[in-house]
């Protein structure tokens, strides 16, 4: 159970105040969008790709085995993140 709530809070935050849920925001937020509507088609949407992404990384650790999934994981968010700080300086 203790994987579980890790999991569940890691996720948690790390989809707070992300492009997904601004964009939920925003749609949502249309006066003529049904939110019973922007709910259902959001949470399908999170849901179908979270369904990919536990696919890509039990085929990662099948296909990959000889390289640390956690080393390449954290290797891809230091990649987006010096991505997004490098757009920042260009757009400024």
Do not use: C, W
């Amino acid at each position: 159970m203790n994987l579980y709530l890790t999991i569940f809070i890691t996720v948690f935050l790390a989809e707070l105040g992300d492009k997904t849920q601004i964009a939920t925001v925003l749609f949502a937020s249309d006066s003529s969008a049904n939110r019973y509507i922007v709910f259902l088609t959001a949470a399908f949407a999170l849901t179908i790709s979270t369904a990919l992404a536990v696919i890509l990384g039990a085929a990662g650790e099948k296909y990959l085995n000889m390289l640390p999934l956690k080393l390449l994981a954290g290797l891809g968010f230091i990649l987006i993140g010096a991505f997004m700080v490098l757009g920042h300086f260009k757009t400024s």
